[in-house]
């Protein structure tokens, strides 16, 4: 088989004190993601759905949450790393469509910037990374702004 898809989750809650990361840049908000990284959850679910797409487990097997190697990690360098243990198995990102859901902060003038920031990390242009922004309509964890959820569907391809 020459292609394979793959779909990765993460959710994170809200804390003070931390900057929000997501797709790789800092959106400003007065409060940030919770997490033993710097909690990008967007970037993470990249990376399960890549994993996943490869049969190579997800993120937590790869870089535990127990590590302090990953204590605090720009998840780019995970997003790279994710990359790198593909390629070592023969595949390659072909494209990348995720949603990030949040009631706040809106999110649509900073999408060009996570798609500028995230496509060279996987070899892909910015027209081969889909990102878009969702509220859940004031439901669930989400909706009451206690965190951000993320979605990723992926296709991956043979080297």
């Given at each position: 088989?020459?292609?394979?898809?793959?779909?990765?989750?993460?959710?994170h809650a809200f804390t003070e004190g931390r900057p929000l990361i997501l797709?790789?840049?800092?959106?400003?908000?007065?409060?940030?993601?919770?997490?033993?990284?710097?909690?990008?959850?967007?970037?993470?679910?990249?990376?399960?759905?890549?994993?996943?797409?490869?049969?190579?487990?997800?993120?937590?097997?790869?870089?535990?949450d127990t590590?302090?190697?990953?204590?605090?990690?720009?998840?780019?360098?995970?997003?790279?790393?994710?990359?790198?243990l593909l390629a070592e198995k023969g595949w390659k990102p072909g494209n990348i469509d995720a949603t990030i859901c949040a009631e706040r902060p809106k999110l649509k003038d900073y999408i060009p910037s996570m798609q500028e920031r995230l496509a060279p990390l996987m070899g892909l242009t910015t027209n081969d990374v889909s990102i878009k922004a969702t509220t859940t309509e004031k439901l669930g964890f989400t909706g009451r702004q206690e965190g951000i959820a993320a979605f990723a569907v992926v296709l991956i391809e043979r080297i």
């Open positions: 088989m020459n292609i394979r898809i793959g779909q990765g989750i993460d959710v797709g790789g840049i800092c959106v400003p908000h007065d409060k940030g993601l919770l997490g033993h990284s710097d909690a990008d959850v967007l970037i993470h679910a990249i990376c399960d759905a890549l994993l996943g797409a490869a049969n190579m487990r997800d993120i937590g097997f790869h870089f535990p590590s302090e190697e990953f204590a605090g990690i720009d998840s780019t360098i995970l997003l790279e790393r994710t990359v790198a």
